[in-house]
């Protein structure tokens, strides 16, 4: 009987490693799909790293015979390129970075790692720009200089972080309009990332099989950025679930399991209940011949321990189906807090999602009236004297290159971005500075304004 309890205790442990195993591969799967980066670059596929670039390497190893993903704590670090183009790392020194995609660098990595190691398996490597080079902006901005490059930036956002043109009295509306216009696009952007998560959110609640997006957000898939909150989404949407559905198999995996071993030891106490039945009927019958004189008292002393025995095995198979029933409530129990638990968590999550939504769509609603009051002053004092340009000096094939731009124009690492204010002939021989007086107020007529929108 011990051997055989010992046999369902162990299964059931072996059941539970299994399932733990299973749900830690599911966990680290989710981890490495959150951290692989969110393409944020227009060309990010073909981006070229290249000295200053700051990035973050996740070494990891598919391992069959454990069930797990294996990190390689070694390796895995935040690097940034220096001046010669070169990386260094632990294990495999100086790595060329300069003039390689992320993809080919990791390729270059990868194979380092099994030619220094030796390693049978080749690892899988993840890269991600943690800061790009930074650009540079000169001309009448309220503070020219480098800064740090973010991806999907235009020349008209780029103005924006270098503080807009310069404040003078005449120009005062036309800035407020610009960084207006700049704070809009912020505050759409941000809307539109918080309509993404709440469609997740909602789908969750909901346990569909996908995320359904609204109208707002499938309208702007266009966009570089909303489209990769929408890809972000839907990968945590994926990870999320699949996560979920690993720990509820478990526990069903369990429960199936636990109510066999109870199925089980029923059937062993039914028929330990006949051996005890049979072994009082022996000891009446032993009874019987003894009051006769036909037996001696040792036969009956055996019969009575044999029935002991029998009667202290059933409490000990009754005690473990107890357990095992138990056992299967507190499955039972768990699984349904597990999807509880989630529950609630979604819940709350949607609750924060759609105050920060609407508190974004009254600061949407201010800066729109502001810029609306702004552009209607800009239309009726401006002169259309005053003409803006911007050009961008960029690399190519190591030749520096100057190229007109527009406020739309795609800004890269280590583009210099030029600024100029033009005016026509007349209105530059009135002596005047290059804003001008109240006459030259409008650098940008409202037909221009409209234009950025």
């Given amino acids: 009987m011990d051997k055989h309890a010992g046999g369902w205790n162990r299964r059931i442990k072996r059941m539970r490693r299994a399932g733990s195993r299973a ?50 704590d070694a390796i895995s670090g935040e690097y940034t390129i220096n001046s010669s183009g070169y990386m260094s790392m632990p294990l495999i020194g100086d790595v060329k970075a300069a003039g390689k995609t992320t993809s080919e660098l990791s390729d270059v990595i990868a194979e380092g790692l099994v030619k220094k190691i030796g390693t ?59 960084s207006g216009e700049g704070d809009l696009n912020v505050l759409q ?59 509820l198999k478990s526990y069903e995996a369990l429960k199936v399991l636990l109510a066999q071993e109870v199925t089980s030891l029923n059937e062993r106490a039914q028929s330990q209940q006949r051996q005890i039945e049979l072994a009082k009927r022996e000891r009446d019958a032993v009874d019987t011949l003894m009051n006769k004189g036909l037996t001696v008292n040792a036969r009956q002393s055996t019969l009575e ?42 819940s709350d999550e949607i609750h924060d999602v759609s105050l920060k939504m609407q508190e974004t769509k009254e600061k949407i609603s201010t800066a729109q009236a502001l810029l609306s009051e702004t552009d209607g002053y800009i239309s009726k004092a401006s002169d259309r004297n005053a003409r ?58 409202g037909a221009q304004l409209k234009s950025i929108r």
């Fill in 189 to 247: 952007l941000t809307l539109s990332s918080y309509m993404t998560r709440l469609a997740r959110l909602n789908a969750e609640l909901a346990d569909a099989n996908s995320v359904s997006f609204p109208a707002e957000v499938n309208n702007q898939a266009n966009n570089p950025t909303v489209r990769d909150f929408i890809k972000q989404q839907v990968n945590i949407f994926q990870s999320r679930k699949e996560s979920m559905r690993a720990q």
């Fill in 120 to 178: 049978v398996k080749r690892p899988e490597i993840a890269i991600e720009i943690t800061q790009y080079r930074p650009f540079y902006i000169l001309g009448p901005v309220t503070k020219a200089g480098d800064y740090p490059y973010r991806p999907n930036l235009t020349v008209l956002q780029a103005v924006g972080i270098a503080g807009g043109f310069r404040r003078t009295a005449d120009e005062r509306p036309e800035r407020e309009s610009i």
């Fill in 305 to 346: 321990q044999q029935l002991a025995q029998f009667e202290s095995s059933k409490l000990d198979i009754s005690t473990s189906i107890l357990r095992a029933q138990q056992e299967l409530s507190k499955a039972d129990r768990d699984s349904l807090e597990l999807r509880n638990k989630f529950k609630n968590s979604v």
């Fill in 23 to 72: 749900l830690a591969v599911v966990c680290s799967l989710v981890v490495l799909i959150v951290m692989l980066p969110a393409s944020g670059h227009a060309l990010e596929g073909d981006y070229k790293l290249g000295a200053g670039d700051k990035t973050r390497v996740r070494a990891s190893e598919w391992r069959a015979s454990q069930a797990q993903v294996y990190e390689w």
């Fill in 388 to 445: 803006i340009s911007y050009s961008i000096v960029r690399k190519v094939d190591g030749k520096a290159q100057e190229i007109a731009a527009e406020e739309s124009t795609p800004v890269f690492p280590e583009d210099v971005i030029r600024v100029r204010i033009n005016r026509r002939p007349d209105f530059a021989e009135t002596g005047r500075s290059e804003l001008g007086s109240e006459q030259a107020a409008g650098q940008l007529p």
